[in-house]
């Protein structure tokens, strides 16, 4: 491949030969919904993490609305939610008909600044929402005492949250639940897809029904059953979020080689913070004796040093620029994720301006991810190792 020719995704879907004819066991034996291979992925998941209960669904958006569903959220009520994160997280709480309470972030880390939610907790709040960005946990300590003192719930979005430990502990495991994302930039990916996990035990039992159509029996379990002419009863107004065995089946396989696709990724992220650490204007993602990163995404900040209201939009602007030179020598990327005070919905429905958050508004402004993913070359690390300290 010539210099000019190449082409860098910011993400490149890496899948094995047995990963991908697995996924003709559900379509040979006829069993194509949450059946065993479904199970086999919940299982290893489970192990994998160390969570006691783990229920594959559709995405991770659809798992965090049966979580919320499941733990009794309800018009009126109010849930903190970090300010910058990708919108399903505070859409999920819409949708149940609550409030968002947008957090600020610590802008070297992007994730919920922990300093800061106290002062949101009115009698309306339930749950904290803390978001495991990029592959970083949150801070989790703070987090649990503060839902204790207040009595919250705490349901983790750990879409980017494969292969990230807090203090030893893989995230997912903290707070009531925790959800996890199999979308394609997902490093575990079913193409779409989620993991509910948790270790409570009736919460998992009504999640499960939530997930089918409020029903107390799988189908499975009716299948294999001796009574044919039982049909489950129903004791909720459930919602059918359950995943395919062929999704199951991929995810299943991938699992088999966990523990190398977060090494293999955490080998890629190190070998760019070395490369880029003399490199004043781009601060690499956060690291710290408390945090196993699972590097879902490698987001950088771009000139924050002196970053403020009055310059943000030049920052802006050069941080646009900088990625359209990228893209020209075919390097994707793309900003981190979106501060969700400055989309339509929220900004609308909330009258909310920019400084009301500021260091989402400053990291929905000059964050950058560059491309990471396991499955990349050697010559494609260099590549863009090469062009972003030359540009
Ligand atoms: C932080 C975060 N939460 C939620 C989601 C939604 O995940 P899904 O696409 O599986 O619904 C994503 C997806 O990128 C995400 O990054």
């Known amino acids: 491949m010539s210099e000019n020719t190449k082409s860098i995704p910011i993400t490149r879907t890496s899948l094995l030969p047995n990963e991908i004819e697995s996924v003709l066991e559900p379509l040979e034996s006829g069993w194509l919904v949450q059946g065993p291979q479904v199970k086999s992925f ?28 499941g733990l009794g959220l309800k018009p009126g009520d109010e849930v ?4 910058f994160t990708w919108i399903s997280t505070a859409n999920v709480v819409e949708h149940l008909g609550a409030k968002p309470v947008f957090c600020d972030i610590n802008l ?34 703070p987090i649990m005492r503060i839902a204790k003192k207040h009595q919250l719930w705490v349901l983790e979005d750990a879409a980017c949250g494969f292969g990230a430990t807090y203090k030893g502990q893989h995230v ?30 009736s919460l998992s039992i009504k999640i499960k029904q939530l997930r089918d159509h ?10 294999l059953g001796p009574k044919p002419y039982l049909l489950a009863d129903h004791i909720h107004a459930g919602y059918n979020q359950r995943m395919t065995d062929i999704q199951g089946a991929l995810g299943n396989t991938q699992m088999d080689r966990a523990a190398n696709i977060i ?31 699972g590097y879902q995404s490698y987001p950088c900040l771009f000139q924050s040093d002196d970053i403020s209201l009055a310059n943000i939009s030049e920052i802006n602007h050069a941080r646009n620029n900088w990625m359209e030179s990228l893209q020209k020598r075919g390097i994707s990327t793309r ?10 919905f929220y900004k609308n429905k909330y009258t909310l301006r920019p400084e009301d958050y500021p260091n989402a508004y400053f990291a929905n402004h000059c964050s950058i991810s560059l491309p990471l993913f396991h499955g990349m070359t050697e010559e494609e690390q260099i590549y863009v190792i090469n062009n972003v300290v030359e540009i």
């Open 263 to 293: 090494s293999e990724r955490k080998c890629i992220a190190t070998r760019f913070d070395d490369a880029f650490s003399r490199l004043d204007w781009l601060t690499t993602p956060f690291t710290g004796d408390k945090y196993g990163h």
């Open 172 to 201: 997912g495991c903290f707070g009531d639940a925790g959800v996890f994302s199999f979308h394609p930039r997902k490093a575990i990916t079913t193409g779409e897809g989620g993991m509910v996990t948790t270790a409570n035990e």
């Open 335 to 344: 900003p981190a994720t979106h501060a969700l005070h400055m989309l339509s």
């Open 108 to 141: 070297s880390t992007f994730n919920i600044d922990v300093s800061l939610i106290d002062n949101l907790i009115t009698q309306r709040t339930v749950g904290i929402m803390p978001v495991h960005l990029f592959g970083l946990a949150a801070d989790m300590d």
């Open 80 to 83: 903190i939610v970090p300010a």
């Open 42 to 69: 919940e299982d290893k998941w489970g192990a994998f993490t160390g969570s006691s209960f783990n229920l594959a669904v559709t995405s991770c958006t659809t798992g965090m609305h049966l979580a919320l569903a």
């Open 214 to 223: 409020g029903a107390v029996l799988s189908d499975l379990q009716r299948h």
